[in-house]
């Protein structure tokens, strides 16, 4: 049974990594702008280049997902 899964399984548990992944990434990031004192603006402009990234890679799955289920990939 568990052999049928095992596409399904790796999937979940890439994009499992990947959300680790973004979430050490954050975590650092937020710590080395408090560390160095970084302005509001300068914070505000790290804190979106993150989030766009990370939105970006998000509708990359959304758009991967749509076109395997109309038979495009």
Same mark, same amino acid.
């Given at each position: 049974?568990?052999?049928?899964?095992?596409?399904?399984?790796? !999937?979940? %548990?890439?994009?499992?990594?990947?959300?680790? @992944? &973004? /979430?050490?990434?954050?975590?650092? +990031?937020?710590?080395?702008?408090?560390?160095?004192?970084?302005? !509001?603006? %300068?914070?505000?402009?790290?804190?979106?280049? @993150? &989030? /766009?990234?990370?939105?970006?890679? +998000?509708?990359?799955?959304?758009?991967?997902?749509?076109?395997?289920?109309? %038979?495009?990939?």
């Amino acid at each position: 049974m568990l052999s049928e899964y095992t596409e399904q399984i790796e !999937t979940f %548990g890439l994009y499992g990594f990947y959300v680790i @992944l &973004f /979430l050490l990434i954050g975590l650092s +990031i937020n710590d080395v702008l408090k560390r160095s004192n970084v302005p !509001t603006y %300068g914070r505000t402009i790290v804190w979106m280049v @993150l &989030f /766009l990234g990370c939105a970006g890679f +998000i509708s990359k799955g959304i758009i991967e997902v749509f076109w395997e289920s109309n %038979g495009l990939g």
